[in-house]
């Protein structure tokens, strides 16, 4: 049950810091996952699997209370539909950003795209397991090793206030993950 207080805490830290945010163009917050869990195929655009829609409801439900502003996902079919749920039930209409062959050009676009939200706004970026940690750095948080193959529960919180550091809050939402090393070739 960590997990779920980890996300508890951190999700009355960001919803607390979205209040002050958007009455005095406070700091943004940024909420980064990858996307849910991918089916097989097709091998070059797949969806989620059954568990990856779960999650993606399950995203929703995390951030029902939030007020999100601004959603970022890619082209892709499985991070379009992570964000399927919330950006409906946020009445919000997903930027694209598009991902290719040139991961930091993508990430740069990425950190641009967060910039460009009013002070205070409440952005979720759905992206892969090698461009969020990569994303969180180009926004001034820690560097981060790529998100293991199996991990589809992530999140993480970083608030960009107006002075100062940004600081960073890792946390969990919906099913816990299957244990799985980390050791292996990641697969985005």
Not at 36 to 47: I, Q, S, V
Request: hydrophobic fraction near 40%; proline fraction near 9%.
């Amino acid at each position: 049950m960590f997990p779920r207080r980890s996300f508890a805490l951190a999700f009355c830290v960001f919803a607390a810091l979205t209040t002050i945010g958007a009455q005095q163009g406070g700091p943004t917050v940024v909420v980064l996952v990858r996307h849910a869990e991918k089916a097989a195929t097709p091998a070059d655009d797949p969806g989620l699997t059954a568990a990856g829609r779960t999650r993606a409801d399950a995203l929703s439900e995390a951030l029902r209370d939030a007020r999100v502003d601004a959603i970022i996902t890619t082209q892709y079919e499985r991070t379009r539909t992570t964000a399927g749920p919330l950006a409906l039930a946020q009445h919000v209409t997903p930027v694209v950003v598009q991902a290719g062959t040139d991961t930091p050009a993508h990430v740069r676009e990425v950190a641009a795209a967060v910039r460009r939200q009013p002070p205070g706004s409440l952005v979720v970026v759905v992206g892969h397991s090698n461009t969020i940690p990569a994303v969180i750095t180009a926004l001034g948080g820690p560097r981060l090793p790529d998100i293991c193959d199996g991990e589809f529960s992530r999140l993480f919180t970083l608030v960009l206030p107006r002075e100062g550091p940004p600081r960073l809050i890792q946390s969990a939402y919906g099913a816990r993950d299957a244990e799985q090393p980390c050791g292996r070739t990641m697969i985005r």
